[in-house]
């Protein structure tokens, strides 16, 4: 097996979860990043700030 043939994960038997379970869950992931607060203050050094700058479109992205 050298992780490249995809097979089958585990099953489980039909049923365990409905279509509202799941939307559910999902619904409510965005509200784990409330928390992390985004980097405010620029750094002088350029490559930083990029840095900075996509961090907090990243931060931003999670919250949608």
């Not at 999902?26 to 961090?55: G, M, W, Y």
């Amino acid at each position: 097996m050298d992780g490249n043939d995809g097979g089958d994960g585990l099953q489980y038997p039909p049923g365990e979860f409905t279509s509202a379970d799941l939307a559910g869950a999902i619904s409510s992931t965005s509200s784990n990043s409330t928390a992390v607060l985004t980097l405010d203050i620029p750094f002088a050094d350029p490559d930083d700030e990029a840095l900075r700058v996509k961090i907090n479109e990243l931060i931003t992205a999670l919250r949608r």
